[in-house]
């Protein structure tokens, strides 16, 4: 029996982050590590989008172990159990696969026997459209915890041929847990979502689906990796982002100068710039992490949010703004007003950065990582790696032993 629908105990007084968690591969690759695959320099990248770095998955992770780490860390930061969580609902655009929803294998993995799991399918603005989501079931009573992972492996489904995408993201995970409460106030205060499908194929994964099934004339084309029409899509995330920050600001009854610190999605420092000119606010008011991490799509305000938190940028009765953009176009923004005690986090301290999820007996992947990618993980300080090196589909390196 699942923990939703219980509504006989009634609607909490409100709704509010009791935990939150994240979790990032150990593996950094640099823009110098790029400038062996592509045509690029760490110049142009730094100026052009602020990445310094990102970090890539090691081949034993999968989107649901990344995810389960950062979940067990906010489960433990909101001093619960994995059993006290009544839905877990994981964002994600690059899930273990198309079924079953990577949070069923997220429930595994943080060892939850009973609560309902499902994933929402929102590109980078996921994050915020699950918080909305685990919101609503909370603040109905239909639930009492209810966990949110934003979770990427993003590195897997890059052309590193294509300069114009693989140097932007990264893989990583951030978690929420929200909770209802006796007390009044606090929680979210303004919401705004929007989703526009001009621009749907703006940034899109050609095959994979029904309108294009996996194929080996699919892969052959490459249609399995991210494209991404740069330009367009820097224009409508630098009026959206602002303009859906702003609207949750306004339904929450505040003036943007009331905010005590902005935690965007992290896609591209010019984009968080133009945000803080067009609202008039200086940089500073923004929490900037994209140097370390690149663009982590669902998981980065995750990420972000952890970050803040723990340097200190996040107080008791703080008001913070979530706003994100993403494929689809989707836009999220929430107001909220930070309840927790920042030193909740250091109940986490002691979860292990481990997490496993069975495979099916008769079956085992292939080869996970990109084999370009490959190339530069395992000998680091090798020459640059020619387009032709190596023949698409055959990696260069097995990589399916689990660590030991
Ligand atoms: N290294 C070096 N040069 C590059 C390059 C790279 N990695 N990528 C593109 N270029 C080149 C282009 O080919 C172009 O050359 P040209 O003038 O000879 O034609 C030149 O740099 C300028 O390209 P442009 O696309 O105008 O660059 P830009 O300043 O718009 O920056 C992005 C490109 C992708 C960084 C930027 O458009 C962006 O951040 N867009 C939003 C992406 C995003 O947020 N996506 C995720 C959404 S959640």
New binding site residues.
Partial sequence: MSGIGKVTAGAPRSVRVSGWGSYVPERVLSNADLERL????DE??RT??GIRERRVAAPHETTATLGAIAAKRAIATAGLEPEDIDVIVVATLTPDYPMPSTAALVKEAIGNSSAAAFDIAA??SGFVFGYATADSYVRSGLARHVLVVGAELLTRFLDFED??TC??FGDGAGAVVLSGSDEPGGGMAGLEMTTDPDGAYM?WLPSGGSRSPASAETARRGEHFIR?E??E??RY?TRTLATSALTAIEKAGWTPDQVDLFIP?Q??IR?IEAVAKGLRLPLDRFFVNIDRYG?T?AASVGIALDEAVAEGRVKVGDKLVFVA???GFTSGAIALEWTADPTDRLRAASVEPVASVRAPLDWSSVDPIPPRLAAVLDDPNGPPVPLDDVVPGEPAHAHTEEPS
């Fill in positions: 592509v045509d690029t320099s142009w990248i052009r989008t590109a980078c300069r114009g140097i932007l940034i991404m740069g330009r899509t820097y995330a999605h896609a591209n984009i663009n799509s953009f993403g494929a």
